[in-house]
RNA sequence: GGCGCCGUGGCCAAGUGGUAAGGCAGAGGACUGCAAAUCCUCUAUCCCCGGUUCGAAUCCGGGCGGCGCCUCCA
């Protein structure tokens, strides 16, 4: 059936059909560098991977880009409530946004586009705008878009473009717009931009780009001519995509996107995140409280992306337990006897099935939570065999080895668990000699001993767990 | 007011016409020196009412409840 997707434009679920399968061309909404991004942004961000990761296993060829904002309204008043230019503002929080990135898991994009850096684009764009009379300029050098010129402004959201709005009051920075829905593409310098380094020239006078524009320009500029997936967060559909999409349209004639993705916000403890609620969570903050990033990773991607999705301190424990799970039987898997040949013990057949029903459920509008449904049930299949079979054969395990290894190419939990249980060589030295002294105790009944071994182990946060083939040890992972 | 989404066991969450995946939590059992890990068994008729159908959580109508967007917002 190959790989079905939800489209926003359509509202329903249609097959993928990029123009051309070898060079699939992503673009995705990025964060806007004002202040440090929270799990609900973290939330499209894995979104974002999940879609780059299952689309490369699938075996497409990607290019996927990220933007960043680094001029907008917000970076400039925080930019300068700091005293700083926006530039130096923008590094710190792009940085910062890359680096939790990464501890996540999210795997690199491949391009990631500053607005800045395409401001010249961003003047071709509008100057052929002006030129098609889709645009105007107004008296203190804003350039406003002429929605009433553009017909299909509106289709993606589902709006009337002629109803309602029109009359409606103007803020105090449009002055002279024609029509109250018209946006800006340009907007004229203002007191203290000059000063943050947020100003730039253009033939019809200095500012700064409008938001809109900026993701116009750098989606045309590095995706190309039509974009084949558009990803964003559920609240950019407008006007933010209808305004790229009139944009672009409009100045290039050209369908803009094939196929446009949207997340569902998440809530925190069943409420809406907001400033006034003074219950946004930062990804950074809990990191840093303990948090383990694997079981962040699993909560935030354990829903499907078009569902709410709610953030509780309950759950996050859930999806730590349930990421032990996976990296319990991972270390199981790899430890168990095998030998080189023999009867099968019907684990080469759980990971063939599993494979194939994971790849199904995930061809189905990206159905992650299906698809770690079917990750469990081979894990518990597999755990089955491994107790009843004290050893099976090399292949059979190398099999399940694959299997897992390849979902978890999709999913990333172990391999983003596994770099929480990474020890360093002094410290895994130590436990081994701690395991070989408990060992010994253990042979000779001293069950005092070997216990009190044990204790020393746990209070560094090292949890054994003795079997038939010997004593494995694992790190436990975060506080949650 | 306009557009849209959702309501499944204690919690989270799949399933969208044939009699309820999975995770967490709970109970009992097996294994273990004790643990840990693991396995086995048990725990829901799907918000309510009506309709369509041989048959509905799944379709239709009506309620009730929760939520999103319409303004900066992932």
Redesign the pocket.
């Known amino acids: 059936m190959g790989v079905r997707l939800y489209n926003t434009a359509s509202?329903s679920v249609q097959p993928f059909s990029p123009q051309d399968p070898g060079r699939v061309g992503i673009y995705a909404?990025?964060?806007?560098l004002y202040g440090p991004a929270?799990?609900?942004?973290f939330?499209?961000f894995l979104f974002y991977d999940l879609v780059h990761r299952y689309l490369e296993w699938r075996g497409y060829g990607v290019h996927f880009v990220m933007n960043f904002?680094d001029v907008?309204?917000?970076t400039i008043a925080a930019a300068r409530a700091r005293g700083a230019t926006l530039a130096d503002h923008t590094l710190v929080y792009e940085r910062q946004v890359v680096e939790e990135a990464d501890l996540l898991g999210v795997r690199r994009f491949d391009v990631y586009p500053r607005a800045t850096a395409y401001i010249g684009p961003m003047v071709a764009l509008v100057e052929r705008l002006l030129e098609r009379g889709l645009a105007y300029t107004t008296p203190d050098g804003s350039v406003f878009f002429r929605i009433a010129a553009f017909p299909d402004y509106g289709a993606l959201?589902?709006?009337?473009p002629g109803?309602?709005?029109t009359g409606?009051r103007v803020?105090g920075d449009d002055y002279g717009k024609e029509d109250g829905r018209d946006?800006a593409l340009w907007k004229g310098i203002k007191e203290g931009d000059r000063e943050a380094g947020a100003a730039w020239s253009a033939p019809w006078g200095e500012g700064r780009p409008g938001?809109h524009l900026e993701c116009s320009a750098m989606a045309l500029s590095e995706v190309g001519g039509t974009v084949d997936l558009h990803l964003?967060?559920?609240?950019?559909?407008?006007?933010?995509h209808e305004d790229e999409i009139a944009q672009s349209e409009g100045a290039t004639g050209n369908p803009f996107v094939r196929h446009w993705l949207h997340?569902?916000?998440?809530?925190v403890e069943?409420r809406?995140?907001?400033k006034s609620l003074g219950n946004i969570v930062g990804v950074g903050t809990l990191l840093a409280e303990g948090v383990s990033a694997a079981a962040l990773r699993h909560l935030l991607l354990?829903?499907?992306y078009?569902?709410?999705?709610?953030f509780?301190e309950?759950?996050l424990?859930?999806?730590r337990?349930?990421v032990?799970?996976l990296l319990?039987?991972d270390s199981?898997l790899l430890s168990h006897p095998v030998r080189s040949s023999g009867p099968e013990s019907g684990v080469r057949e759980a990971s063939e099935s599993a494979l194939a029903s994971f790849r199904e459920?995930l061809d189905?509008d990206l159905?992650i939570?299906?698809g770690?449904?079917?990750?469990?049930?081979f894990?518990?299949?597999v755990?089955?065999r491994?107790?009843t079979h004290a050893v099976i054969g090399r292949a059979e395990r190398d099999a399940a080895c694959a299997a897992l290894a390849s979902i978890d190419e999709v999913l990333g939990l172990i391999e983003v668990g596994r770099r929480e249980r990474r020890v360093d060589k002094e410290l895994g030295d130590w436990i081994e000699e701690r395991i070989e002294a408990?060992r010994r105790a253990?042979a000779a009944r001293e069950?005092?001993r070997?216990?009190a071994i044990?204790d020393e182990l746990a209070a560094e946060g090292i949890?054994?767990?003795?079997?038939p083939a010997g004593?494995r040890w694992k790190m436990r992972q975060g506080r949650h």
């Open positions: 509202r909404c990025g964060p806007t929270h799990i609900g942004n939330r499209t904002t907008d309204d917000k959201s589902g709006r009337d109803a309602a709005r409606e803020a946006f938001w964003g967060g559920e609240d950019l559909i407008f006007p933010h997340a569902k916000h998440l809530r069943g809406k995140m907001s354990s829903a499907h078009r569902t709410e999705l709610n509780t309950e759950g424990k859930a999806s337990r349930a032990d799970r319990d039987f199981r459920a189905d159905n939570a299906r770690i449904a079917v990750l469990f049930g894990v518990n299949r755990n089955g491994l107790d408990r253990r069950w005092m070997a216990d044990r949890v054994l767990e003795d079997g004593t």
